[in-house]
């Protein structure tokens, strides 16, 4: 049974750095796309980033580019999710996911089947 634990959520000024970490059991990330998403009061929820088995390929939401680096940590079984110059408006429930095996990453949250409870992210001005 696949389960992702997140954590590093935290109140930060804007302008601040922040790393998330997800940490996986029952797979092994090398063969299971893992993405970051968010969701803020009122908000739908958005794709934030995704990197691909092997750590090879990664996908980030416009509004992240430049200032969000997803990356994997195979010593620790871990995906995380690096946020430099963070603005309010990133202030969000965020989580991670994961996929079945095999398929393609994307930033669609419909075509994750696993899910962690989520991290909190608040930026304050």
């Known amino acids: 049974r696949v389960q992702l634990v997140e954590s590093g959520g935290d109140s930060v000024q804007a302008g601040g750095s922040l790393r998330l970490s997800c940490a996986a059991s029952?797979?092994?990330?090398?063969?299971?796309?893992v993405g970051w998403f968010r969701q803020a009061p009122g908000k739908e929820r958005e794709g934030v980033a995704a990197i691909y088995p092997g750590g090879g390929s990664t996908y980030y939401a416009d509004s992240v580019k430049g200032r969000f680096t997803i990356f994997k940590d195979n010593s620790k079984n871990t995906v995380n999710l690096q946020m430099n110059s963070l603005k309010p408006e990133d202030t969000a429930m965020y989580y991670c996911?994961?996929?079945?095996?095999?398929?393609?990453?994307?930033?669609?949250?419909?075509?994750?089947?696993?899910w962690g409870q989520g991290t909190q992210v608040t930026v304050s001005s």
């Open positions: 996911a994961a996929r079945f095996p095999g398929y393609d990453c994307s930033l669609t949250d419909r075509d994750y089947e696993f």
């Open positions: 029952g797979y092994a990330y090398s063969t299971n796309c």
